[in-house]
């Protein structure tokens, strides 16, 4: 089945940086969502974006609904150690399926 | 409270049994999904359904076989047929076409092991 390039795969900061991440597809979407997912849990909805050039926050997290419906980024402000975990974008086209990114594995070293 | 409830949380089987994994939802959704993921990888949809009696297959749905006899509850069986099926198993739902939104809520997940 079909994946989005999510990038970073894996990223090592230190607690109080920015961070960015971002997913890329070949194909066009009519929504973003962007997911958290902790160690042995499910995801957890973080963001939900539905308008190419959208900017949504949410606290600290901000996104962005690509202009050109092909992408979607991913911010987190000032970073804390629960921020760890593994970050997943999905789009989707019709309302029936996701699509979702590899992933971009968080880790905050205080 | 609403949610969606997963049980059990870990499940060890022999191979060559079939298992059950169970899936409910009191969100009063309409549509529900079952994924599956492997260590360090994204979700794969196995099954989903957007109304009672009906279903549909995702992208790696052999070996696996569902139903949906009621609206709240979406049970997944992983048959013998499944070659590799050990893995982390995730369900989840959404209002659906007549709710409106089709942005997707996961229960907490089956680890499922197969020995």
């Known amino acids: 089945g079909q994946q989005l390039n999510q990038s970073p795969q894996s990223m090592f900061i230190q607690e109080g940086e920015d961070v960015s991440m971002n997913c890329t597809s070949s194909s066009i979407f009519n929504t973003w969502l962007w997911y958290k997912q902790d160690p042995g849990e499910g995801p957890v909805l973080l963001i939900a974006l539905y308008k190419a050039g959208e900017l949504t926050s949410n606290g600290r997290l901000t996104a962005q609904f690509g202009i050109t419906r092909k992408d979607s980024f991913l911010n987190i402000s000032a970073s804390i150690p629960s921020d760890v975990g593994i970050y997943f974008c999905?789009?989707?086209?019709?309302?029936?399926?996701?699509?979702f990114g590899t992933g971009t594995r968080l880790q905050v070293f205080p | 409270d609403g949610g969606i409830t997963q049980s059990p949380k870990y499940l060890f089987r022999k191979e060559g049994q079939n298992v059950t994994l169970s899936c409910e939802q009191n969100l009063n959704h309409d549509a529900m999904y079952w994924y599956r993921q492997d260590p360090g990888q994204g979700l794969r949809l196995i099954y989903y359904?957007?109304?009672?009696?009906?279903?549909q297959k995702g992208d790696i749905a052999e070996g696996y076989s569902v139903s949906r006899e009621k609206k709240e509850s979406f049970p997944l069986t992983v048959t013998s047929a499944q070659k590799n099926p050990t893995a982390f198993y995730l369900c989840?739902?959404?209002?659906?076409?007549?709710?409106?939104?089709?942005?997707?809520?996961f229960g907490p997940g089956t680890r499922l092991t197969v020995l």
């Open positions: 359904s957007q109304i009672v009696n009906d279903f």
């Open positions: 999905a789009g989707q086209v019709n309302t029936d399926k996701l699509i």
């Open positions: 989840a739902s959404s209002p659906g076409l007549a709710g409106g939104s089709d942005t997707q809520y």
